[in-house]
């Protein structure tokens, strides 16, 4: 076993989590949420692809593909929404976005 | 053999019921017709063979029993759903099916212009189902369960007319009256379950005279005696029964005349071994009967309500027969009870062709006169008058003077009785008579009548016809001198007496053959001289005396006595228990427990914000508590 250890993979992928939840958490901005949203995703396929080299198993890596398969879906569909409701509403804050509270 | 026909004359009218009552829509007026009353005519056949074979079997081998169900075996206490067929039971059951057949033939034309039709007969079969279940009980718990059904089959026959306020009451007032009476006979129930441990008539009997103490047998007799007072009428019960003439008249006749109101005498004659061991209940009952057969004669004088004067009459007739039955003459009683079925059922089908001529009117003031259009109506109440009056040769005459005569052989108390019941003949004759001359002798009622009174068709006039015909000569069966059939039938019933029936002695006949005869004859000449010969007299006489018509006219104000004592107060309570304990101590602790739980509830509601951020805050918050509690805990 040689080159990065897997502490390091550990410890991006903790930095990006918490950066992630950092903007989930702060930002009103839907845009930005989503861009939060995907660092979250990613801090998760590090870790996938970390694990994945230290055992020495491909599924690992799988796993990050199918990730980002479904992050980009999720954002087309996200992006989608966000130009609707701002043509409809024109606002841009989640707290406001707020009528199909039950 | 007997018991099997027994089930199916129980089974019959509650077929009927049960085919009226759940037909989908409303079934065709024949289909009715034929169901309603073809379920109690099958009934009458059957227990016509009930009777042909106890005749043709030994008298002391005609009691049958039989069980069909086991319905209570509980810590000893055996009860079930058990039937006996003797003597006594099958001659109320001749009575029931038979009076009632023909009420219910008479019925299918009376009330062909009402709508509820299809109510009408299922409720009358359900009435005769529930007295069958009455008379046929083996068992205390079945007679008290026939004896509230009867009184549900009253309450509903009485408020037949729904629409009417006044009916309405008066199946309210009968029902709650007749409810006093079910809670007497329950409690009496009870201490004989206490005491010995048995409902079933025959063991109940066995046992008595060893197991029940003198005060018990009282007591138990007394609760009885409740009962039979709310369901016969008698003084200070007897308040619902005028009012519950608000039904239709078949109704009068069939229930409130010639079968349930006679429940009472059929009580006291079923428990006779339990009456003679507790004297004082049956003094009790003797002079309760007397106390309300004089009364209620004197009452009927009064009255101006063609149906009223019957119901006043019924009143005091079943009088005779509760004060026959506590003074220990059964058989004359029960002697009674079938002449005044036919005669009464009789009178108030008569008075019906009547009502049903002049489209509903009841009131005398607005009859007279109608001899001429009804001619057939005067012939038979005449007939009927005759009977009840005690006209020699009439059955009236015979069951009546078996009574008194009875009543003369019961010692000190049965003669002071005597003169009393005696009296009351003389009423009785005077008010019968006051209403047959008032109604149907002139002269006609001022401004006559708008349209001609017309006759009724042949499905009531042979009923009507027949009962005439009964009413006539059914006393024949028991002669003074000559023949005692109906004693000699109920013998073997009465054979466990602990004391012998009071039957007359040749002198008490002829005393009373000879002064009843007399004073009855006087009470019909004087009606006849009142009300026949010079009509302006009998107004006279009424305007005589103001305040004694008055009295009479009002019943005594038993009513107004029993509202200024009895419902006013109870409605006062219930107004304070509103106003006062309900809002308090009913809703009160309710209301809190909902208060309580509402503000809990907006409590939790403020943590719902509906922001999405605030629940990740809470979420990401509790992943660390757990991730910290877990390694805090497990990492070790």
């Known amino acids: 076993m040689s080159g990065v250890p ?54 690992g890596q799988i796993f990050a593909l199918v990730v980002m398969v479904v992050a980009a879906a999720e954002v087309v569909i996200g992006l989608g929404l966000v130009v609707a409701v701002f043509r409809q509403r024109m606002v841009l804050d989640v707290d406001e976005l707020s009528t199909l509270k039950g | 053999m ?28 024949p289909v009715t017709r034929l169901i309603g009353a073809g379920s109690i005519g099958a009934a009458f056949a059957l227990t016509l063979a009930i009777y042909a074979g106890m ?54 034309e009376y009330m062909g212009h009402e709508p509820g039709y299809r109510r009408f007969f299922a409720e009358m079969n359900y009435f005769v189902f529930s007295m069958l279940l009455l008379v046929e009980a083996e068992n205390f718990l079945f007679l008290i369960v026939g004896w509230a059904f009867v009184g549900l089959a009253s309450y509903l026959l009485i408020g037949f007319y729904y629409d009417r306020p006044v009916a309405v009451a008066a199946a309210r007032k009968a029902f709650v009256i007749n409810v006093i009476g079910d809670v007497g006979m329950v409690l009496a129930a009870f201490i004989l379950i206490r005491d010995l441990g048995t409902l079933d008539y ?15 047998a009282e007591a138990v007799a007394l609760l009885l005696l409740v009962g039979a007072a709310a369901k016969s009428a008698q003084v200070p019960l007897h308040t619902w029964l ?30 006779h071994v339990l009456y003679q061991l507790a004297p004082a209940a049956a003094d009790t009952v003797a002079v309760m009967g007397c106390v309300t057969l004089f009364l209620a004669a004197t009452i009927a004088i009064a009255q101006v309500d063609i149906k009223r004067v019957l119901a006043w009459s019924t009143v005091s007739q079943i009088g005779y027969m509760i004060m026959a039955a506590g003074l220990g003459a059964y058989s004359a009683a029960m002697f009674h009870f079938l002449t005044h079925a036919f005669f009464k059922a009789l009178l108030f089908l ?82 019968m008579f006051r209403l047959l001359f008032r109604t149907f002798a002139d002269p006609e009622p001022p401004g006559g009548y708008t349209e001609r009174p017309h006759g009724s068709g042949l499905a009531m006039a042979v009923p009507v016809a027949i009962l005439a015909a009964g009413a006539a000569v ?82 005594y104000r038993f009513d107004e006595v029993y509202d200024e004592i009895l419902v006013e107060p109870g409605k006062e309570l219930g107004d304070a228990l509103r106003t006062e304990v309900e809002p308090i101590a009913i809703q009160g602790p309710p209301a809190a427990v909902v208060r309580w739980v509402r503000d809990f ?36």
């Open chain 1, 6 to 59: 897997l502490a390091a993979y550990l410890g991006l992928s903790g930095v990006l989590f918490l950066l992630g939840l950092y903007g989930v958490l702060v930002r009103r901005n839907p845009l930005l949420l989503l861009l939060a949203i995907e660092l979250l995703l990613n801090a998760a396929n590090v870790t996938l692809v970390g694990f994945s080299r230290y055992w020495n198993n491909t599924d």
């Open chain 2, 242 to 271: 005028p009012d519950a003439m608000e039904g239709p008249t078949p109704v009068s006749a069939l229930i409130h005349a010639a079968t349930m109101v006679t429940a009472g005498v059929y009580l006291v004659c079923r428990t």
């Open chain 2, 2 to 29: 007997a018991t099997t026909l027994g089930w199916l004359v129980l089974a019959l009218p509650l077929a009927g019921f049960l085919a009226l009552a759940l037909w989908p829509g409303e079934p065709p007026k």
């Open chain 2, 350 to 431: 008569s008075a019906g062709i009547v009502i049903h001529a002049l489209h509903g009117e009841q009131s005398l003031d607005r009859m007279g006169g109608l001899g001429r259009y009804l001619r057939f109506g005067y012939v038979t109440f005449a007939v009927g008058c005759l009977a009840i009056a005690g006209f020699p040769g009439f059955s009236g005459f015979f069951s009546k003077d078996d009574i008194l005569a009875s009543s003369l052989a019961a010692g000190s108390l049965g003669q002071a009785l005597w003169v009393f019941g005696t009296v009351a003949e003389g009423l009785t004759a005077f008010y």
């Open chain 2, 601 to 636: 509830a907006r409590g939790l509601s403020w943590a719902e914000s509906g922001l999405v951020r605030t629940y990740a805050y809470v979420l990401i918050a509790g992943l660390v508590v757990v991730g910290v509690v877990f390694s805090v805990t497990v990492g070790r």
């Open chain 2, 55 to 108: 005749l043709s079997s030994a008298p002391d081998r005609r009691l049958h029993t039989s069980t069909l169900y086991e319905w209570i075996d509980i810590g000893g206490l055996k009860v079930d759903l058990a039937i006996r067929i003797d003597q006594l039971s099958v001659m109320m059951m001749l009575v029931i099916t038979g009076v009632g057949f023909l009420i219910h033939l008479y019925a299918t």
């Open chain 2, 474 to 555: 059914i006393g024949w069966i028991q002669v003074p001198f000559g023949w005692s059939w109906v004693t000699d039938w109920l013998d073997p019933v009465f054979a466990d007496s602990v004391k012998p029936q009071v039957l007359p002695t040749d002198n008490d006949e002829i005393l009373t053959l000879a002064v009843s005869t007399a004073i009855s004859l006087a009470g019909i000449a004087l009606a006849w001289w009142l009300f026949f010969r010079d009509p302006a007299r009998g107004r006279a006489a009424g305007r005589a005396m103001p305040e004694a018509r008055e009295t009479l006219e009002e019943a």
């Open chain 2, 202 to 216: 025959t063991q109940v009997f066995q046992r008595a005279p060893s197991g029940l103490s003198s005060n018990a």
